[in-house]
């Protein structure tokens, strides 16, 4: 669930303002992505590689655990 957001003037890439109240809306002219806050597309990144470690810890996990089960550890 989002909170209602102001009603804020965003610009475009491409030059064309608009107003938003969305996080994420998207450009009438061009179709890109504009973002209400400027920092989101950073913090998508960020979660991006957030996401890709708890991933390979939990694979990691997994497959330790998975070895040792079989008494066979990797390191040996
Ligand atoms: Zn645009």
Do not use: A
Request: hydrophobic fraction near 35%.
């Amino acid at each position: 669930m989002q909170n209602p957001l102001p009603e804020k003037e965003v610009t475009c890439k491409c030059g064309h303002s608009f107003i938003t109240r969305k996080e994420k809306s998207w450009c009438e002219k061009c179709c890109r992505g504009v973002f209400y806050h400027r920092k989101d597309r950073r913090f998508d990144v960020f979660q991006k590689y957030y996401t890709l470690t708890m991933i390979l810890v939990i694979l990691g996990f997994i497959i330790f655990t998975f070895v040792g089960f079989f008494g066979k550890p990797l390191f040996s």
